[in-house]
């Protein structure tokens, strides 16, 4: 029998899909028009910090008013060498844009057309328009709390590589030498070359805008990622499935078994396997192999930051922690606060940490 939770999942996704179909016959029009009036639509309102080499596009979409975490990102990007460009899909509340002008390049409203892709396209537009010859361009929207711990590295190692298309998260595996897959586009970063390659002018030229999610993922998250991963002359993500499983393989069988019971599992024959596991005889010099490969072959259909966050943020130091409202990520941070309260995980941003707290608490109830 089909769980309610993947039958709602299902339906949804179909309901998506199904209201996608008008759109993709009316949007090209609605796009023409506010192309057309492009400064009419959003409103641009100049920061403090000058324009430089080292740009970074933040994405938010906050309609009840900024939470204090998007400061804290914002000053995390200045720290981190990064002017931002904060683009709002949303009206922005009068004290909060007083306030990000003070810590930001430019800030832009705009309607919520197109999602993230949709933001991220008319940044380009607008660092055009004022020709700043960014040397690196970071993309970083709000669907993640960032950083959660006091002095991530992460943008330090993003800037710092040789590769010139540098994603935070890889969703696929290589295939020899090949990669089947893409970069997530919730944080990524390009560096000349690729920033002037005409691959990259003409994705953004020729994008289509859309407000169904499931279009803005295939046509811009995956195929923006898939175009850049051709044409770069070298690419980069930091975490990754087999960095994943790397790490297990570094762990002791007592860790490995903490992080079986962390897995966020509700399948009903994946959850037999766990518990058959966790109660097998670790001694087995078997077992050790077989929970290994099961919590990787897990994570392989589910994202391991989400079916295993504890392990995630204690052993990789992922610097991030998804809102997503979906099952996975929701159980994810009911996990997370519960390893805080005993203790398993410390050191994370107070603020986040009452901000995740809040969200896990609202859901609850």
């Given at each position: 029998m089909i769980p309610i939770w993947k039958l709602k999942r299902e339906v949804q996704r179909l309901a998506d899909q199904v209201s996608a179909i008008p759109l993709l016959v009316f949007e090209p029009f609605i796009q023409f028009q506010y192309d057309r009036n492009f400064p009419k639509n959003i409103s641009v309102h100049h920061g403090v910090r000058p324009l430089e080499k080292k740009v970074a596009v933040f994405l938010i979409y906050q309609p009840k008013g900024l939470a204090q975490s998007i400061f804290l990102t914002v000053d995390h990007l200045i720290s981190s060498g990064f002017e931002a460009v904060v683009v709002s899909n949303c009206p922005l509340q009068i004290h909060d844009l007083e306030l990000l002008k003070l810590k930001s390049a430019l800030v832009v409203e705009r309607k919520n057309f197109g999602y993230d892709f949709g933001g991220y396209r008319d940044a380009i537009f607008l660092l055009r328009q004022h020709h700043v010859d960014c040397e690196q361009?970071?993309?970083?929207?709000?669907?993640?709390?960032?950083?959660?711990?006091?002095?991530?590295?992460?943008?330090?190692?993003?800037?710092?590589?040789?590769?010139?298309?540098?994603?935070?998260?890889?969703?696929?595996?290589?295939?020899?030498?090949?990669?089947?897959?893409?970069?997530?586009?919730?944080?990524?970063?390009?560096?000349?070359?690729?920033?002037?390659?005409?691959?990259?002018?003409?994705?953004?030229?020729?994008?289509?805008?859309?407000?169904?999610?499931?279009?803005?993922?295939?046509?811009?998250?995956?195929?923006?990622?898939?175009?850049?991963?051709?044409?770069?002359?070298?690419?980069?993500?930091?975490?990754?499935?087999?960095?994943?499983?790397?790490?297990?393989?570094?762990?002791?069988?007592?860790?490995?078994?903490?992080?079986?019971?962390?897995?966020i599992v509700w399948d009903r024959d994946a959850l037999s396997e766990k518990e058959s596991l966790i109660n097998a005889d670790m001694s087995h010099k078997k077992w050790l192999v077989e929970a290994k490969n099961f919590i990787v072959k897990f994570s392989r259909s589910k994202n391991f930051v989400g079916s295993s966050p504890v392990t995630s943020l204690t052993r990789l130091q992922f610097p991030m922690i998804k809102k997503n409202s979906d099952m996975l990520y929701t159980q994810a941070r009911e996990s997370i606060v519960n390893a805080i309260d005993t203790g398993r995980i410390t050191g994370l941003n107070p603020i986040i940490e009452r901000e995740l707290r809040q969200k896990v608490f609202q859901i609850k109830e």
């Open positions: 361009l970071l993309f970083l929207n709000d669907s993640v709390w960032f950083p959660v711990f006091d002095g991530s590295q992460l943008l330090k190692e993003m800037s710092e590589s040789q590769a010139d298309y540098v994603g935070t998260q890889a969703f696929g595996e290589w295939q020899g030498q090949s990669f089947d897959g893409f970069f997530g586009s919730y944080c990524f970063m390009l560096k000349k070359p690729l920033l002037n390659h005409e691959v990259f002018k003409e994705f953004w030229d020729k994008y289509k805008l859309s407000s169904s999610k499931e279009v803005v993922l295939r046509r811009g998250e995956r195929r923006f990622s898939r175009e850049m991963l051709k044409v770069s002359s070298k690419s980069l993500a930091l975490f990754s499935l087999e960095r994943f499983a790397q790490t297990l393989d570094q762990m002791s069988i007592k860790e490995i078994s903490q992080a079986l019971k962390d897995l």
